[in-house]
């Protein structure tokens, strides 16, 4: 324990006042390892609140977003799960297969290449003995483009998207998104979900949804005139409420639900076309990831606030990974348990393919400055994650 008081200097210093603001707010926290401290301030209370507050732990959820492998690169994937996660103290693996699975149920959505489920019970597996939960995520809503192509979902059902026969080679837009109004479309969401989540073995989904800027399209019969944040807001119930028949918990990132323009945030990062209202529409239990990669934006706090269990979503740049870090570390730290506790960890965005990001980490050339530099935020984060445990 004394070994931890000094590893890191002055932050763990700060942190010995702590008992000095508990003695007026008792019931603080109640995350695993820590110890509430209303406690006179005798030097031996002093010592051993020093001690525990350098010993707050990690938050609980490490997680790593990669896009899924293709099958020439799965030895190489199953090789990385293995060695690589454990070792660095990754316990969630989100892989975005989007639509590169060989669908069964909906085979007229695979997108040519795409894993088997045969093989993504391999990558499970791996998991498994790996001691990693395996997320799947599809991108939905919006993403149903990027750049000229359009992806799987639409082009087997141009019915479902919102501006069908609109911006042909989809110039003049970022990506297509599919229409949450259509009667049918969920039947084939639905299907894709299920699938993808029954190979992973997945208690948890991740749905994507995030930069929808095609939403309430005024040439959409269906939503022409509706109020965005009610259309985003029941998309979101739509897709919860399915996944909690199969008790498994849904994932999204977060950027709709914060209001960009007065922030100055953007329409990037939050929402700047009236969908952040439906954060009080939607269910409580759905775990945000809340990405923002130039700066460290008070955002986690504010959806622990709002109720939601969170986790912050860096990409490139360390100094923005490890303040986001600190922000968390602050929180469940010093707030409330309700707060606290819902201040869940991390998950680091690489935006890279699992093959290159895997054979980058290995000590090949890193195939390009993206990969190099989610890497190197991917190695800062994960060491002081792991040095908050004492590893
Ligand atoms: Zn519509």
Redesign the pocket.
């Known amino acids: 324990m004394p070994c931890l008081l000094f590893r890191a200097g002055n932050r763990f210093l700060a942190w010995s006042v702590t008992p000095l603001t508990a003695r007026n707010n008792p019931v603080r926290r109640s995350s695993p390892g820590d110890i509430v401290v209303p406690m006179k301030l005798t030097p031996l209370a002093l010592a051993v609140s020093f001690c525990l507050s350098a010993a707050t732990p990690a938050p609980p959820v490490r997680g790593l977003h990669l896009s899924a492998p293709s099958a020439d690169d799965l030895p190489l994937a199953l090789r990385f799960i293995r060695e690589a996660l454990p070792k660095e103290g990754v316990n969630a693996l989100v892989l975005e297969f989007n639509y590169n699975f060989q669908f069964t149920r909906r085979p007229e959505v695979a997108e040519p290449g795409g894993l088997t489920a045969e093989q993504v019970k391999t990558i499970a597996a791996a998991c498994r003995e790996a001691g990693v939960r395996l997320i799947p995520q599809i991108n939905l809503l919006g993403h149903q483009s990027w750049a000229k192509r359009t992806a799987a979902l639409l082009r087997a059902h141009p019915e479902f998207d ?1 501006t069908p026969g609109k911006y042909p080679q989809n110039e003049g837009i970022y990506c297509r998104s599919y ?4 009667p049918q479309v969920h039947d084939v969401v639905f299907d894709l979900i299920d699938e993808l989540a029954d190979a992973a073995g997945a208690d948890a989904f991740h749905v994507g949804m995030d930069e929808v800027f095609l ?3 005024d040439d ?5 005139g509706k109020d965005k944040a009610e ?1 985003f807001a029941q998309e979101v119930r739509t897709l919860n409420d399915h996944l909690a028949l199969s008790k498994r918990t849904m994932w999204m990132w977060a950027d709709r639900f914060l209001e960009g323009v007065t922030t100055g945030m953007g329409k990037w990062e939050a929402s700047a076309n009236g969908t952040e209202g439906a954060i009080s529409r939607v269910p409580k239990d759905i775990v945000l990831c809340d990405w923002h990669y130039d700066r460290a934006l008070p955002t986690a706090e504010y959806f622990a606030v709002a109720g939601f269990p969170v986790l912050s979503a860096p990409w490139r740049k360390p100094d923005v990974a490890l303040a986001q870090l600190d922000a968390i570390r602050r929180v469940r730290t010093h707030a409330t348990a309700g707060i606290a506790d819902r201040m869940q960890g991390v998950l680091q965005t690489t935006w890279a393919g699992m093959g290159p990001f895997a054979r980058a980490y290995f000590g090949e050339p890193a195939s390009n400055a993206n990969v190099a530099e989610a890497l190197t935020t991917f190695r800062a984060l994960f060491r002081e994650l792991r040095a908050m445990d004492g590893r």
């Open positions: 919102e229409c949450p109004l259509h939403l309430g399209d959409c019969v269906r939503c022409k259309l």
